[in-house]
Structures are given as C-alpha cells and as structure tokens.
C-alpha cells in the first residue's frame, strides 16, 4: 500500500515541554487514525505538525513520499486539510462562499470558482445536513451548523490526507454519528486517510481502524484500535478508572 | 460569492459614478463654466478664462480628490483584512499621526510646500518602520500586538503634535489645522498619487483571493496553502504606503477609509476581488463630492474636505455599529 503519511522518530514540543517523543508512524490509502489523550496532551500540537503548520522539534514527516516541509504550500494543501478547532468568522460571508475556500488550492492566481467548484461545495453542503444553508450569513450560525460548515469546506478541498482536530465539537448526537459516518465513507470511497483528534474512545473503537494515545509525557503508544483501546491502557491515558462494556459488538467505555 | 459577471457589471456601474462625480466637479465653482466649455477645456480647445480654471485649478484638485479617496479606501480595506477587524481604518497603526508630526514641524520651520509635503511622508514612513520593527519584535507578529503597537504610536505622535500645536505661532495655527482635517487646496499636481493608487490597486488584485482567506485567520489561510507571514508583510508595507501617500497629498481626510470599505462590503460581501476595485472606485468618488462640496457649500470660504467626510461619515459609523451590536445580540 503507498504511504500517504510517513513519520520517523518524531518528537513535538510546546513551551520547551516535549509531549511527542520518537513517534513513528504509517498511514495508508483509506486508513482511519483516533488520536486520544487528556486535555493539554499535546494532541493538537502534534496534529498541527503533522499538518506543517509548525515545525517538528526532531524528526521526519513525508507526505505522499515527500518530505513535508520542502513541499511547496499550496501542493501540500491539495494533499492535505485541516479540520481546526474553532472556526472564528471576523466579516460576514455566506455559507456557500465559505465551502468554497476548500477550492482556493486547486484554483490558478486569477481563477475564479467554476461551475463544477461549486457543485463540490454545494454536494459537501448537502452531505453534511447543510442543503438549504447556502445563502445563510456564517455570522448567524449555530456552534454546530458552524462545525458541519467546517467539515464541508474540507471535503470541498478534497485531500487525500484529512486531519481532524475535534471534528465532533459541538455537534449533537445524531450529527456526531453522521459525519462519522460521512468520514468513513468519505475514506472508503475515495481513499482519504483519516487522522482525528478524538475523545470518546468508543466513538473511536466503532469508527477507527487504528489509535494513537498521546501521554503528554512524551510517551505515545499506537497500534490497532481493538489493541489500544482498552479499560486498562485508557485508565491508564485519562488517570482515572473506566470500565469496557460490550453491547450488540460495540465497546463503549464508562468512567466509574 | 458574486459571479465574476456581476462583479464586473458592479465595477461598470462604480466607474460611471467616479465619472459623473469628476464632470460634477469640474463644473461645479464660484466661477460659472458652460458644459460646453468644460469639454473644450480638457480637450485643449479653450484657451480662455474658463479653460484656465478647469483645466488649471478645478482638474488637477478634482484628480487629486479622487487618488486621495481611492487610496484610503484601498488602504482601509487591506487593513481591515490585515487587522482582521472590520472597524480598523488606515490611520489606527500611526501611519497619519507620523506623517502630521513631519507636517506640522516643516510647517513650525516655515518651510516651503515641497518640504512639508516630503517631512510628512518622511513622518508616516518613520511611523510605519517604527511600528513594524516594535510589532514584529518577538516574531509573533500577531493582530493583537500589531494593533497594540500601532495605537500606541499614533497616541505618541497626537502628544507631540499637540505640543507642536500648543507651541507654534498663532498666524501658523490655521493651516496646521488644516492639514490635520485634510485639506485637497494645496494638493499640487495630482500625478504622483495617481500612479501610486493604480500600482497599488496592480499589487493588491492578484492577492485578492489569498486576503479572502486571511480574513478568515491566519491558521485556517495556512491550511489551505496561503504563505501567510510574506503575505502579512507586504500588505502592511502596500497598506501603510498608500494611507502615507494620501496623507503627503491631502493631510490625514478622516473616515474614508473606514467607512467605504465598510458599505462597500455591505454591498456586495467581503470578496477582497470585487472589494478592493469597487472600495477603491467608491472611496474616490465620495471624497471628489466631499471635495466639491467643501469648495462650493459657504464659498468663498472654503473648508476642509476632511470636515465633511467626518460629518458624512460618523452617522453612518454609528448606524453600522448600532446594526452590528444588534446583530451579535440575537
């Protein structure tokens, strides 16, 4: 399988702490990624490096087998989305518009959206519960219908690697499964491999072939999600005890 | 996001507006001027009293009214996309406060127009290095120390300019004050800035796309493959060029580049493609009417054109405001 993201010996610092230490990593075509850990694990520092939006403190990221930071920005963003974590609207733009910036790495300097950019926006609008929202004004959106903008403007910008920080924030129940569901299928069909910054494990354990658990010590430990995810090494990640309970094939974990 | 065919129509239908407002001007004045002889004014026929104030006095002001407006709509605009705030305008990072403080002290000196006219841009230059190397200082180079920076500099020139004000000649007085109101009287040859608004204009369009997502953060330009720290820079340094220039031309005319930019994006969105040009066209247009008006309404006194720009422009910042407020509430 070719290796969408190669990570070699990897280790990521904020504020002089090291919270990644000699991460090594695969991801492949269609592979979904859970990342878990406590709050100021450093879970969204090592996405946003991963992503090339910071510079790792040691180590090698290759993106589609090319070294990351030599990649120019605007090929590695047609390679590449980002989810980010909050989404902070300073001027009015509407909805539609907004989706559309998912095609600003695919257009030349002085294109214009096409006809065929906006049936993109307008079927990622569509996918996420968003139909009759073009024309809406971002700035009167709910924190949800704003997350579900988000997820739409990446998969406008449709990268063959999507990072997600939190893609679940601020979404009610029956809209955490469907753009679960969206994602899965999103990888499944087109081969998109999937990194997400997650925090119910068992949401991970359903929807993610693959975990990484992020200590905030610099420890990490990573492998398939029916290995990682369980009561023991999740006590363990969170400091505090849960129990795994098995219903219908699903695990789901519960703090005691 | 408006088609490009309606944006274009939009443009048409400005740059009729900036026409009609520069053939207003030049007919408009104390000194009656038949259609007629305006048109044989510009085209070198009269040679005649009439084609010597339209094509001497009334032209060379109109354009310099117009370059003036257009710069500091432009500069308003880039500078709320840099600032990411809708209510920056050109003068809030210093730039006008350097420039009056060279104005102010050529004009203590009792130096000549082309030397007051070079310590103001010597002035905002100084202001926009100073603020630049202080606001980068740490690297960080974020909105919030920029726009922290950038007040406190402005405050620093209004003191010595207040000094400067407190200490100067009483006969002085006036045309300092003036120059701070904005004053298109002794504008000079409208060329030079003329130049620089369309090589502004040139140097901002094909950046257009990419300041749409800087308008939307820095973080999110960078995912989508924006080079955001170059990008900043040099629409700080086009910003802070055109508002030096204006303000060499015209002294500091208040409330252009605030608020034009701002109808303008109630009108057609915040697509900086269709919002620099039609900011630019509208900004220019307002302040050759403001222009006019300020040397027609009590004529033969004349006032200064930035009086009339502010007196336009508070009620419909305050209206906006208002709105905004409103809409933040619900």
Redesign the interface.
Known sequence: MNSLLTVRGLAVAVGGRTVVRALDLELGAGERLAILGRNGAGKTTLLHTL?G?RPPAAGHIDLCGAELAQTP??????LR??L?QQ????????V???A???R??W?K??A??SAADARIARAALAAVDLAGFAARDV?TLSGGERQRLAIATLLT?QPRLALLDEPLSHLDLNHQIAALQLLSRTAQETGTALVMVMHDPGLAARYCDRALLVHGDGRVESGSAAAMLTAERLSALYQHPLRMVEADGQRCFLPL | MPSRRRALLLLAALAALALASLVAALLAGSYAVAPGAVWGALTGAGQDTAGAVVSGLRLPRALAAFACGGLLALAGALMQVLLRNPLADPYVLGISGGAAVGALLAMLAGLALAWINLLAFAGAFAAMLLVFGLARGDGSWTQTRLLLTGVIVAAGCSAVVALILSVAPEHQLRSMLFWLMGDLSHAGTPWPALLVLALGLAAALPLSRDLNLLARGDLIARTLGVQVRGLRGAVYVLASLLTAVAVTTAGSVGFVGLVVPHLVRLAVGNDQRVLLPAATLAGGSLLVIADTLARTVVAPQQLPVGVLTALLGVPVFLYLLSRQTKGSAT
Not at chain 1, 73 to 78: E, G, K, M, S, T
Not at chain 1, 87 to 94: E, G
């Open positions: 992503a939006l920005p605007r090929l590695v963003a047609q989305g980002v980010l989404q902070v609207d300073a001027f009015p733009a509407s539609l518009e907004t559309l910036i998912g600003h790495p257009l300097r002085w214009w959206e700035q910008q």
